[in-house]
Every structure is written in structure tokens, then in C-alpha cells.
């Protein structure tokens, strides 16, 4: 049986993504995100559900365990996020002081925080936050997090979707140690790819020409400094199209003429809930 690993504990947000994606699966969870890159570069039967940005808030931060372990990615997987108040059975909001969460959870509920007067408190994850509120026993302290955290911690949903816009999602990758690619059909692609431009004015600007000159397109560019400087930077791009596309492969040869590194991440279908 594959092992799937996740950041946080059981309900976790990752939890629910990967119930949705592995149905016989077994699903461990990891406390570090770090924890979980290091198992799955070990283990060949292993893989991981990374959550790497949020429709709302923008990147979670895991950019540089990317660069450092460059890990296959499999597929990236969109899941909707319906934050959730809740609280031991029979609780009140009236009854509710403190409120606890991961902080990307609690600034995607300010609205209601702030309309209910609650005294935020920001943990590792949001899970874990409900895990906490189940074991105080104190009515005076809630969660925000997922339903299945509510089932996961007998703990009561107090006030379903509380967060500030409907239609929030993350964006989860699914990763591993072996190198797979699907075969080039007529389907959408993402190729993902790391690279580091060797150290000469204009680099970036003249790198990036033949993505224009091929009409590829480039759905993400970020830029990152290498640990322990602030002078060298390595950059994360996704683009529209498979490797094995013409257009695709003279764009990467051009890029590559600029580079000091370059890494393909991997390349998959695009979720279907990219066009909506």
C-alpha cells in the first residue's frame, strides 16, 4: 500500500485533499512540512500532498523545500476551503472569548472575528487548533477549521463558512521520489521548473525572450533568494504546454543558454478547475 504524507494532524485541510485524491492510501500525517520532503525522498512508495498557495492569500511558503529536495510533481489537486467555527457540543458564540487557527485561516475569517468581538490566537494549523479546543473542555474557546476536524474531535460545527469570500481554494501538489511524466496528448499541461540565471545585467529580461518569441505562455514566475543570501536568487515557473512540445522545448533550450541551474519539477495535466 502507497504511504501519503501530509503536513499537520488528522482533519487537517491537507487530510481532507488527500481522502479526496488517494482513496486506498495509507495517510500519515507529518508535523513539518520539511518532515514530509525528507520521507518522500527516502522512500520510493511514498508521496506527499503539499498545499502551495491559496486563491485568497497567495503562497504558503514551502518554496524552498521544493528547491532543495526537487521532488517529482505528479499532478496538483484544487481543493475548496469552507472554513468552519467550532466548539464544544452545546457552545454558544456568545459563549466564545478566544478563537484559534492557523494564521492564513484566521485572516481569511477577519470579517467574523472582528463582527464577533473574538480574541484571535494563531497556531501551527488549523487542525491542531481543534485538536487543542476538544481537550480544554472550555467553552470560551473555539476553532477554525475544517468539518472533518469537527468529526475528527467530536468538537461541534458553531457556524458553518465563516470565511470573508466564498470560492476559496488551495492549491495542494502531489509529489515523490520517482520521475513520471504523462505521454503528450491533446490534453492541457503544466511543465514545472526551477532555474538559477548565471549573474549578468539584464539576465531575467533576456532569459525570458524566447517564451515570447515561441508564444509560450507563463502562468507563474517567482523569484526567491538561495539560503543565506541575498544576492543570488532561484526562480519557480510553471508554463501552458507539455516538454515535449516543440514550442515548450525551444524555450527551455533558450532559457537554458541564461542558466547557471535548471531543474524540471515535473509536468502534468492541468486541473480542470484552472479554466473556471
Known sequence: MNKIYFQGTFGAYSHL?????????????????DECFLKASKDDNSKIIIPESNRITGNIGIEYLIFKYRLNI?????????HNL??????????????????????????????????????????GSAEMVSKTKDKTK??????????TYNLEIIKKNIENEKGNLTRFLIMGKNISQ???GNKKYITSFLFKLKSKPAALYQSLGGF????????????YPEKNTFDSFFFLCDLDGHIEDKKVQKSL???????????????????KIRGK
Open 86 to 127: 467550532l466548539g464544544l457540543p452545546g457552545t454558544k458564540i456568545s459563549d466564545i472569548k478566544d478563537v484559534y487557527s492557523h494564521g492564513q485561516a484566521l485572516s481569511q475569517c477577519s470579517k467574523f472575528i472582528k463582527s464577533n468581538s473574538l480574541i484571535e490566537h494563531v497556531r501551527a494549523d488549523t487542525a
Open 142 to 151: 473555539a476553532a477554525i477549521a475544517s468539518s472533518l476536524s469537527a468529526k
Open 182 to 184: 504523462p505521454e503528450f
Open 212 to 223: 515570447a518569441i515561441n508564444g509560450v505562455n507563463l502562468t507563474k514566475l517567482q523569484s
Open 17 to 33: 485533499a488527500a481522502l479526496s485524491i488517494f482513496k486506498d492510501a495509507e495517510i500519515i500525517p507529518c508535523k513539518t512540512f
Open 253 to 271: 533550450e533558450e532559457l537554458g543558454l541564461h542558466c547557471q541551474d535548471f531543474h524540471v519539477l515535473g509536468v502534468f495535466e492541468a486541473d
Open 74 to 82: 505528479y499532478s496538483e489537486y484544487f481543493q475548496k476551503i469552507e
